[in-house]
């Protein structure tokens, strides 16, 4: 059977796949471009997200705005994403059976996108999606390639949050990711 957007967002919003289904309000799927060269991904969604059912729309949302606008990006240009369709409690880490329970949401999600480059914000995104052993401290930035695919990370908005001497560097590295795709953009062009 082939999927549609819409198919997913309905199986995303009946989904009892693991226990974070009976704590969620809303859950969050994935809102962007569904043409969009750059697919960004982050862990799960947080405290606000699970009561408006939209991904970054609280402070990091504010964050991450910032940053594709000081980059020359809006939201309108890339698709946002999280691992996790639902709020973890106290915002704690997914656990592994949550992040296998959704994950071939997100596996649906790419399929559907096709992206270009895929960058990861945060940790547990990274290690997700690039390496099992990815450190962000110092791989941030670095990128990689897969099935026709630029993958990179970042730190996650909220890290800045908590120390706002990382905006410049995550801003570096959302810079590079727009430089990235204008690369890719060229080569397929020529």
């Not at 504010?62 to 240009?77: A, H, M, N, P, T």
């Not at 409690?89 to 270009?116: I, Q, S, V």
């Amino acid at each position: 059977m082939e999927y549609t957007w819409n198919d997913i967002e309905q199986h995303v919003a009946a989904c009892t796949n693991c226990s974070l289904s009976k704590t969620r309000q809303r859950p969050v799927m994935g809102r962007g471009n569904y043409q969009a060269d750059i697919m960004l991904i982050a862990e799960a969604p947080g405290g606000q997200e699970d009561q408006q059912g939209l991904p970054f729309v609280g402070r990091s949302g504010e964050i991450l705005d910032r940053l594709l606008q000081d980059c020359g990006l809006s939201r309108e240009e890339i698709y946002i994403t999280n691992i996790l369709k639902c709020h973890p409690p106290g915002n704690r880490d997914p656990k592994e059976a949550e992040k296998e329970a959704c994950f071939p949401y997100l596996k649906y999600e790419t399929y559907l996108l096709k992206p270009r480059i895929i960058a990861c914000l945060g940790r547990i995104a990274a290690q997700r999606i690039i390496s099992a052993d990815f450190k962000i401290t110092r791989q941030h930035g670095a990128w990689t390639y897969r099935k026709g695919c630029a993958l990179t990370a970042t730190y996650h908005p909220s890290a800045i949050l908590r120390d706002p001497s990382k905006y410049e560097v995550v801003k570096a590295d959302f810079c590079e990711i727009v430089k990235k795709r204008n690369e890719i953009l060229c080569q397929k062009e020529s």
